[in-house]
């Protein structure tokens, strides 16, 4: 196709698809005696339908875009709009075909200049969150504040602070309303905790606690993980050993923080207390990966489930999934299993939130290690939201094999994590596989490229932080098919959506797969690692001659050890240790009583 003929094509499509979004937009206008609709089971708003009567549709008032200018409002049926499978759909090939065009019309050097100066945004954006500046202009209002009383609030530079915002503002996060005077916009309210700056300045730690995790996330991402990122290629171009490793212990995080130990290990540690507490929140905060509601939800017929089935949440934090699982079907009970400390937060968490479900025993927290046997053996379904991406291959294999040994018949696995699709078409024909997520000679990319550009943003996430990654259909059901569970369905809502739920039963599990010492060796010596070295806070200088080969003398050590350890594994294993069936396993761990009656 020629270019000015794509070009146009784009141009159209962009057209089509806004015009999309208007008609919904006026079938749903919400009469004035029901501004906000109601809630519905998914915790998404309910608008009046186009079939409303008579003196309702008399009552319509027009319902517009949700603005740039203003701040985020939650309540706005404007905003629960945008949930619609419509227009979620809609707005996909508004952001792909804008995308795209940008990168076909500017001049090449600087789109490269975007790609290659882009870090200095997280930086603000680390700025903005820890300094609290946006719970100040919010109570500023739209009229803003010159920046030498935000500075003075905030207890920083104005000078500094101005060219902060003023970057920000040109990418439409917070605007100036005149020169020095910043506001907030819908972008930037977004991360507003909601709570006074007065109270975050006098006890920071707690900013997070009761909000929707929104601002935690921006804090995780731009703290532990964009530095993490920065050292990617010292990692994995740079150094002969860490660049062919698998261990979750050798990557970039690894070398951007100066530890051995595994990142959630090293959020254990002491002094990450803030980081570990703002991490569960993040967590929370994630939610907004579901395109359109949340797939959690769509993804799995829960009610179908008998009266007290036990769902059990793998990994699952200080349980926000299953709260919000338990809160729209009653009927099913939740064992909601994560580390120690982790566990202590949930049920902190759940007491506040949602005490009566954890009095009744319906809910129950158990400190559990998804690597060793499964003390769980009457569930209904394994639930795994966003945790397999966590880990290397060979890690997964292990945590969905002790899921499989632990398995009865009618159990069910559910994975629910981005499905990471190719930028080209997929002709693989496996269960599930879609060719393309793009309309018809429509020019985008097959993955609809920039519109889905945040799954590709995870991936090298975990690739920088546990040396895993985001993975394609294919991959996960290998992955799956390795461990004993046959993947049946793969379910994607909206339309165009890479995130989604892989529904798997149990099979047979290959005779391979029991041969698991090179991971049993990895797991000891990736247990036995060091304390945590220096942080970012007194260790900012990029990896050097010498930290490159502390880590080369490090993974030489650990090749060592590993050939200590092979025979004495190997006898392990051959002996019926923790490779066999998990019916060997007699202890429970804490508070795990009634999750198994």
Same mark, same amino acid.
């Given at each position: 196709?020629?270019?000015?003929?794509?070009?146009?094509?784009?141009? !159209?499509?962009?057209?089509?698809?806004?015009?999309?979004?208007?008609?919904?937009?006026?079938?749903?206008?919400?009469?004035?005696?029901?501004?906000?609709?109601?809630?519905?089971?998914?915790?998404?708003?309910?608008?009046?339908?186009?079939?409303?009567?008579?003196?309702?549709?008399?009552?319509?008032?027009?319902?517009?875009?949700?603005?740039?200018?203003?701040?985020?409002?939650?309540?706005?049926?404007?905003? !629960?709009?945008?949930?619609?499978?419509?227009?979620?759909?809609?707005?996909?090939?508004?952001?792909?075909?804008?995308?795209?065009?940008?990168?076909? &019309?500017?001049?090449?050097?600087?789109?490269?200049?975007?790609?290659?100066?882009?870090? #200095?945004?997280?930086?603000?954006? =680390?700025?903005?969150?820890?300094?609290?500046?946006?719970?100040?202009? =919010?109570?500023?209002?739209?009229?803003?504040?010159?920046?030498?009383?935000?500075?003075?609030?905030?207890?920083?530079?104005?000078?500094?602070?101005? #060219?902060?915002?003023?970057?920000?503002?040109?990418?439409?996060?917070?605007?100036?309303?005149?020169?020095?005077?910043?506001?907030?916009?819908?972008?930037?309210?977004?991360?507003?905790?909601?709570?006074?700056?007065?109270?975050?300045?006098?006890?920071?730690?707690?900013?997070?606690?009761?909000?929707?995790?929104?601002?935690?996330?921006?804090?995780?991402?731009?703290?532990?993980?964009?530095?993490?990122?920065?050292?990617?290629?010292?990692?994995?171009?740079?150094?002969?050993?860490?660049?062919?490793?698998?261990?979750?212990?050798?990557?970039?995080?690894?070398?951007?923080?100066?530890?051995?130990?595994?990142?959630?290990?090293?959020?254990?540690?002491?002094?990450?207390?803030?980081?570990?507490?703002?991490?569960?929140?993040?967590?929370?905060?994630?939610?907004?990966?579901?395109?359109?509601?949340?797939?959690?939800?769509?993804?799995?017929? +829960?009610?179908?489930?008998?009266?007290?089935?036990?769902?059990?949440?793998?990994?699952?934090?200080?349980?926000?999934?299953?709260?919000?699982?338990?809160?729209?079907?009653?009927?099913?009970?939740?064992?909601?299993?994560?580390?120690?400390?982790?566990?202590?937060?949930?049920?902190?968490? +759940?007491?506040?939130?949602?005490?009566?479900?954890?009095?009744?025993? @319906?809910?129950?927290?158990? !400190?559990?290690?998804?690597?060793?046997?499964?003390?769980?053996?009457? !569930?209904?379904?394994?639930?795994?939201?966003?945790?397999?991406?966590?880990?290397?291959?060979?890690?997964?294999?292990?945590?969905?094999?002790?899921?499989?040994?632990?398995?009865?018949?009618?159990?069910?696995?559910?994975?629910?994590?981005?499905?990471?699709?190719?930028?080209?078409?997929?002709?693989?024909?496996?269960?599930?596989?879609?060719?393309?997520?793009?309309?018809?000679?429509?020019?985008?990319?097959?993955?609809?490229? /920039?519109?889905?550009?945040?799954?590709? +943003?995870?991936?090298?996430?975990?690739? &920088?932080?546990?040396?895993?990654?985001?993975?394609?259909?294919?991959?996960?059901?290998?992955?799956?098919?390795?461990?004993? +569970?046959?993947?049946?369905?793969?379910?994607?809502?909206?339309?165009?959506?890479?995130?989604?739920?892989?529904?798997?039963?149990?099979?047979?599990?290959?005779?391979?797969?029991?041969?698991?010492?090179?991971?049993?060796?990895? @797991?000891?010596?990736?247990?036995?690692?060091?304390? &945590?070295?220096?942080?970012?806070?007194?260790?900012?200088?990029?990896?050097?001659?010498?930290?490159?080969?502390?880590?080369?003398?490090?993974?030489?050590?650990?090749?060592?050890?590993? /050939?200590?350890?092979?025979?004495?594994?190997?006898?392990?294993?051959?002996?019926?240790?923790?490779?066999?069936?998990?019916?060997? @396993?007699?202890?429970?761990?804490?508070?795990? /009583?009634?999750?198994?009656?």
């Amino acid at each position: 196709m020629a270019t000015f003929s794509n070009l146009r094509a784009l141009h !159209a499509l962009i057209g089509d698809a806004l015009d999309d979004v208007e008609r919904i937009f006026v079938s749903c206008q919400p009469s004035v005696h029901s501004p906000t609709g109601s809630e519905s089971s998914d915790g998404t708003q309910s608008l009046l339908s186009p079939s409303a009567s008579e003196d309702e549709e008399l009552n319509r008032i027009p319902l517009d875009f949700p603005s740039l200018d203003g701040p985020y409002d939650p309540h706005s049926p404007a905003e !629960a709009l945008l949930s619609h499978p419509a227009v979620v759909h809609a707005t996909k090939l508004i952001v792909s075909a804008t995308g795209q065009l940008a990168a076909m &019309v500017q001049r090449p050097f600087l789109t490269i200049c975007d790609a290659t100066m882009g870090y #200095h945004l997280p930086s603000c954006m =680390r700025f903005l969150e820890a300094s609290h500046v946006v719970e100040i202009m =919010r109570e500023t209002g739209p009229a803003g504040l010159h920046i030498r009383e935000l500075a003075a609030r905030a207890d920083c530079d104005p000078n500094k602070l101005g #060219h902060i915002l003023r970057l920000l503002a040109t990418h439409h996060i917070g605007t100036e309303v005149s020169p020095n005077v910043f506001a907030n916009n819908r972008l930037s309210s977004f991360i507003d905790s909601g709570k006074d700056f007065n109270v975050i300045k006098s006890n920071p730690a707690d900013k997070y606690e009761g909000t929707n995790g929104i601002a935690a996330y921006v804090g995780m991402c731009t703290d532990e993980l964009f530095k993490s990122s920065a050292y990617l290629t010292d990692a994995y171009l740079l150094n002969d050993i860490s660049k062919h490793s698998t261990l979750t212990s050798a990557a970039p995080f690894n070398l951007a923080f100066g530890t051995k130990g595994q990142f959630f290990n090293w959020l254990d540690e002491e002094g990450n207390e803030m980081r570990l507490k703002r991490f569960g929140h993040a967590m929370t905060g994630t939610a907004g990966y579901e395109d359109g509601g949340s797939i959690t939800f769509q993804g799995f017929d +829960w009610g179908a489930l008998g009266k007290g089935s036990l769902i059990v949440d793998v990994g699952g934090g200080i349980g926000s999934t299953s709260m919000t699982l338990a809160k729209a079907f009653p009927h099913l009970r939740f064992c909601i299993q994560d580390r120690p400390k982790t566990v202590e937060l949930g049920i902190l968490a +759940w007491k506040e939130r949602c005490p009566e479900r954890l009095d009744s025993g @319906e809910v129950v927290f158990q !400190a559990h290690d998804f690597f060793t046997p499964q003390p769980i053996r009457n !569930a209904a379904v394994f639930l795994l939201r966003v945790i397999t991406h966590d880990w290397p291959d060979e890690f997964v294999t292990r945590i969905l094999l002790q899921l499989r040994n632990a398995a009865t018949p009618q159990t069910k696995l559910i994975l629910v994590d981005y499905v990471l699709p190719f930028a080209c078409e997929d002709r693989t024909g496996d269960i599930g596989a879609v060719r393309t997520m793009a309309p018809p000679s429509s020019g985008l990319l097959p993955n609809l490229g /920039k519109a889905n550009a945040n799954a590709f +943003w995870l991936d090298m996430t975990m690739h &920088v932080t546990f040396n895993s990654k985001e993975r394609t259909l294919r991959e996960m059901t290998d992955i799956a098919l390795s461990a004993g +569970w046959q993947v049946v369905e793969v379910i994607r809502k909206p339309e165009g959506s890479p995130f989604g739920s892989i529904i798997a039963v149990p099979t047979s599990v290959p005779p391979s797969t029991a041969l698991l010492s090179s991971l049993a060796e990895q @797991e000891i010596i990736e247990r036995a690692g060091s304390p &945590v070295g220096d942080t970012f806070y007194s260790r900012t200088q990029l990896p050097s001659r010498g930290t490159t080969m502390e880590m080369n003398q490090s993974d030489s050590a650990v090749r060592r050890m590993t /050939k200590r350890l092979r025979k004495t594994i190997s006898r392990t294993f051959s002996r019926g240790g923790q490779g066999g069936e998990v019916g060997e @396993e007699k202890r429970k761990p804490p508070m795990a /009583k009634s999750a198994s009656d």
